[in-house]
């Protein structure tokens, strides 16, 4: 059907067959919704008893995901009126006429989707993305807003957080604005997680932002025992871990399932600076042992080397101690050939 007015459609419709689509799986009301976008038309058309308002293109587009994508409200609007509209088709690439709006960030679009009582804020494209999930990704926060505003998304986001979560650790500083509007949300950061991930990716501001929740549970763990802490200190986060422990209900003595703790953690790894920034605390402990060994801290840097580490524990040691095998931090620097360690400890 050609027609570039009402009139010409009106006549049309006489002789043609309303639902033709051409190779590329066009129909009439696809090409009036999105390249000619004529309302006019678009209305006449869905008066019609024997239109398929939810046929597809051979992309999977139907004329609402692409009257969506491109925000036309006047061509969405009585779209979404016509009672046997799909509001949750999927295309190719699975997106749906909401997650198309959202992503574009056309906020009229995607409140008036939100009304319509079939819609389904939780569908996942083959990106496995949702609609808030494109809407932060494009930085749209009146989208954001939006849709946490609905209780459909809230419900959603209850029972599967770890894609928003994710997201929100790898978003740049230039979206902290949306990330601040997220963390309004007691389900994405209830249980811990995000305060794990962001200990592991180093997010700075993301904790500060954690931190200062009432009810932030600041020693979750993982399912390896593994708090926030323990993770900064392995990563060598030194603000985060001044962070953590400036927090009034942080334990900075926690040990994962092996017993290793976020000093042990930090001398592992040889982060001079977290070793100091940890002893700053008035209740850690040097002499905790981790399982697998009993080794201490202190018998870590002795082991390794690290002379720098070994002063900073040696004042807050107790250096009789002894792994599982009766062996004391100076055993274990005597025996590595870490004499300048061993001078250290003869000097306590």
């Given amino acids: 059907m050609h027609a570039t007015t009402v009139k010409e459609a009106r006549a049309a419709i006489k002789t043609d067959d309303i639902n033709f689509a051409c190779k590329y799986g066009w129909t009439p009301l696809i090409v009036q919704s999105f390249m000619n976008r004529d309302a006019g038309i678009v209305d006449l058309l869905l008066e019609q008893k024997g239109l398929d308002c939810n046929a597809q293109n051979n992309m999977g587009a139907t004329a609402l995901m692409l009257a969506c994508e491109e925000g036309y409200l006047d061509i969405v609007a009585p779209l979404l009126k016509h009672p046997k509209i799909q509001c949750n088709k999927q295309d190719k690439n699975g997106n749906t006429a909401l997650i198309l709006a959202a992503q574009a960030g056309h906020a009229d679009v995607v409140e008036l989707l939100l009304d319509h009582p079939s819609i389904d804020c939780a569908i996942k494209s083959n990106d496995n993305t949702t609609a808030l999930t494109e809407a932060c990704e494009g930085g ?16 959603h986001l209850k029972n599967d957080n770890e894609g928003i979560v994710s997201w929100i650790f790898a978003a740049d500083e230039g979206h ?100 100091k920034i940890l002893l700053q605390h008035p209740t850690i402990n040097c ?61 306590k």
Avoid: W
């Fill in 140 to 155: 749209h926060i009146d989208v954001v807003r939006l849709l946490l505003k609905n209780p459909a998304v809230i419900h």
């Fill in 287 to 347: 002499n905790l042992h981790e399982k697998e060994n009993g080794a201490t801290a202190l018998m870590v840097a002795c082991q390794e080397g690290y002379i720098d580490i070994a002063e900073l524990l040696v004042p807050h040691s107790d250096l009789s101690l002894p792994n599982k095998d009766g062996c004391t931090a100076r055993d274990f620097a005597e025996a590595f050939n870490h004499l300048d360690i061993v001078e250290v400890l003869d000097a």
């Fill in 176 to 275: 902290l604005d949306i990330i601040k509007l997220l963390l309004e949300q007691t389900t994405i950061y209830h249980g811990g997680l995000p305060l794990l991930v962001a200990a592991t990716t180093g997010q700075t501001e993301v904790i500060k932002l954690l931190l200062a929740k009432a009810d932030i549970h600041c020693n979750a763990t993982d399912d390896l025992g593994i708090t926030a802490l323990m993770l900064a200190s392995d990563g060598g986060h030194s603000d985060i871990v001044q962070l953590l422990i400036a927090h009034p209900n942080i334990d900075c003595n926690m040990q994962d399932f092996q017993g290793i703790s976020a000093l042990i953690s930090a001398t592992m790894s040889g982060h001079t600076d977290i070793v």
